[in-house]
Each structure stands twice: as C-alpha cells, then as structure tokens.
C-alpha cells in the first residue's frame, strides 16, 4: 500500500497539510465538506504538494515536518514542486 503527506491551498490562501492513502479521495472528501474540521470552511481547496511513501509512519512524520514548516518554506516547496 501506498502512503502519502499533502499539502492543499485553502481557498483563504492558507495551507493545510496531511496523510493519506487515496489522494483523489481525500482532496474530494476535502472539498466535500467531510475532511478536516480545519477546511470545511476554507472550500475549495486544491492539491499543491505531495510525497509518497511505502508506510503510514514515514507519511505521518512528513505530515507533522510539513506542519512545522514556516509558510515561505512551504511555498519553496510548492513552487518547487509546480503546482
């Protein structure tokens, strides 16, 4: 199975990180209003960044190193990665 940490962009301009095992799931649940209690009221959002991992415990490290980024690295990051 595969794991991955993701970044989405709020519609309010903030970044949300996370885990999952489906992202096109999870950002449809996302914006569905049935994700994280966090973007519910920051719909829609959209997919910016991802990794993938081959565990859950590597992906929810990277989910909390994400997290812990400050926003002009999280935006390196995104850049970087062209969305």
């Given at each position: 199975?595969?794991?991955f ?23 449809a ?55």
């Amino acid at each position: 199975m595969e794991y991955f940490a993701y970044m989405l962009m709020c519609a309010d301009g903030t970044i949300y990180s996370g885990y999952t095992t489906d992202l096109a799931r999870r950002v449809a649940a996302h914006n569905d209003g049935r994700g994280a209690k966090y973007t519910r009221s920051r719909r829609p959002v959209r997919l910016v960044y991802f990794e993938r991992f081959e565990s859950k415990s590597d992906a929810m490290k990277r989910e909390a190193a994400l997290k812990g980024l400050d926003r002009k690295a999280k935006e390196r990051l995104i850049k970087d990665f062209g969305a």
